[in-house]
């Protein structure tokens, strides 16, 4: 069995979880077992309906929390009617504004709030529950309630202090008792008192073996207690972003990243690492050897594959220009905005289509406001975009920082030429200039201006000197690399050698 360990997921995921979801992908077509176990807290959504969003099976998912319960990973089904079930005759009124309901208990001085999976249907996700003014329970729910949470009133503010976490029959499987950020776990025939030592229990239930493999995508606060409990089975590191700061580095020290430390660190117990570029692979080897005198083994194995590549059915439409991410500070979004409103001084008809969520979404609204480019920019949501990159022009990346690029390879694989700046590693992996795009020079002391007024003559550079028929027919022809039958076969060799 090949297990993948990861933190979190999300409607608006990293590319860690993207690459997990394409690793799943690969995986299934080669016939290999797999199972993804994520170890964070999911309040606010039932993990199902965010793991099936990004395209994995139940089957393949495992909860740390309801790991240890008979409880699987299923969608929630649990019903308004079911609730009213269980009020035993209770008078109450009820109201409902989307996906958020109220009863109103005329007895006891009680009210519930429902929280729905979505605005239409009746099936409920969670339920908060008031007495006399303080919260003092949520139930959280799939077919049954899977755990509940308990708090008490201090400092005028509703304290969680513990969790129950039941089996299908509703019996109690163990406890979490919480004091701020201390923690304690009660089972039947144990006592442990951290989430690390919770996660280090997981792993040696899993019953490892030699021919188990372990693939830590994510060592933050688990990364210890997965190796201290992996056994014989081999473990593998994936690098997702930049492994160490250069400013941090000279000569005689490097300062790697936080999130690979660890790991570097215990490189006698790592079967390989794993780098999705050539050009990270290279620099870590050498980095490796000379601040630390091994050459433990590292490979390259894209994050992502292509099924297959996409050509327009008719023609792209003329000028257009796609950007797909996480709507974040870091993916620089704004600037991609400004600079298309700048490049429309020269070339008309440019348009851009934002595609992706998150916590820059109303910041990029008030820019298109500010801007008067409604017209012209247009931001799209989260969508699945496999069928819809290959009618754009090309693709726009903002990026300062990318390991690898989903969403670059996913261009270049509807043959879109790419501008984007040159920082290590994905934009260089994918744009060959002035053959499929262009890679813009920077460096740290160059001004949110300048990079604008870069990106700007690069993109009216590309539609009125490039030809964009051979940058197009290049870009499918870096893809072809990234075709899944390719990706599957480093996945083999990879797997068979360990």
């Known amino acids: 069995m090949i297990y993948n360990f990861n933190l979190g997921i999300g409607w608006a995921s990293s590319g860690v979880e993207y690459a997990q979801a394409y690793r799943a992908g690969v995986l299934r077509k080669t016939g290999q077992k797999a199972k993804f176990i994520f170890t964070d807290m999911f309040p606010r959504d039932n993990i199902q309906h965010m793991t099936e969003n990004i395209g994995f099976l139940d089957s393949e998912v495992i909860w740390l929390y309801t790991f240890f319960t008979d409880n699987k990973i299923r969608p929630v089904t649990y019903t308004l009617g079911q609730l009213e079930s269980t009020f035993r005759n209770r008078n109450y009124t009820f109201t409902r504004e989307g996906k958020k309901a109220r009863y109103d208990f005329l007895e006891g001085n009680v009210y519930y709030t429902v929280y729905m999976v979505d605005e239409e249907s009746d099936r409920v996700h969670r339920v908060e529950m008031v007495s006399n003014g303080c919260l003092i329970r949520k139930d959280y729910f799939t077919d049954r309630r899977i755990y509940s949470e308990y708090y008490a009133p201090l400092d005028n503010q509703a ?41 280090g229990y997981l792993v040696s239930c899993l019953n490892l073996t030699s021919e188990d493999v372990l693939i830590i995508d994510r060592t933050t606060k688990t990364g210890q207690a997965i190796l201290q409990n992996a056994g014989q089975a081999k473990v593998l590191i994936p690098i997702h972003a930049d492994h160490f700061s250069e400013s941090g580095t000279d000569e005689e020290n490097i300062l790697w990243n936080n999130y690979y430390e660890y790991s570097f660190a215990q490189h006698k117990r790592v079967a390989a690492y794993i780098t999705s570029t050539d050009a990270q692979k290279e620099l870590l080897r050498e980095q490796f050897q000379k601040y630390i005198g091994v050459c433990p083994k590292v490979v390259t194995i894209p994050v992502g594959s292509l099924d297959e590549l996409k050509y327009p059915e008719g023609g792209r439409t003329p000028h257009s220009l796609i950007t797909a991410s996480r709507l974040a500070t870091e993916k620089h979004v704004d600037w991609l905005l400004e600079a298309v409103v700048e490049a429309r001084k020269t070339v008309e008809d440019i348009t851009m289509d934002i595609y992706g969520k998150g916590e820059q979404e109303q910041a990029l609204r008030g820019l298109i406001n500010q801007w008067n480019c409604k017209d012209y920019v247009r931001l799209m949501g989260q969508q699945n975009l496999e069928e819809v990159y290959k009618h754009y022009d090309a693709y726009l990346s903002g990026s300062t920082s990318e390991g690898f690029g989903l969403t670059l390879m996913e261009a270049v694989g509807s043959g879109l030429p790419i501008i984007g700046f040159d920082v290590r590693y994905g934009n260089p992996n994918f744009i060959d200039e002035g053959e499929n795009g262009y890679i813009i020079p920077v460096h740290d002391k160059m001004e949110k201006g300048e990079r604008i007024q870069a990106l700007a003559r690069c993109i009216v550079r590309l539609f ?24 599957e076969k480093q996945w083999m060799d990879l797997l068979n050698k360990i």
Do not use: W
């Not at 000197?465 to 390719?486: I, N, V, W």
């Open 159 to 199: 304290h969680l202090y513990q969790r129950r976490f039941f089996h299908s029959d509703q019996t109690v499987a163990y406890e979490e008792i919480i004091d701020n950020d201390a923690v304690t776990y009660q089972f039947p025939n144990r006592i442990m008192g951290s989430k690390e030592e919770l996660v």
């Open 464 to 487: 009125t000197e490039a030809d964009l028929e051979a940058f197009h027919r290049h870009s499918y022809e870096k893809a072809k690399a990234y075709l899944t039958a390719e990706v």
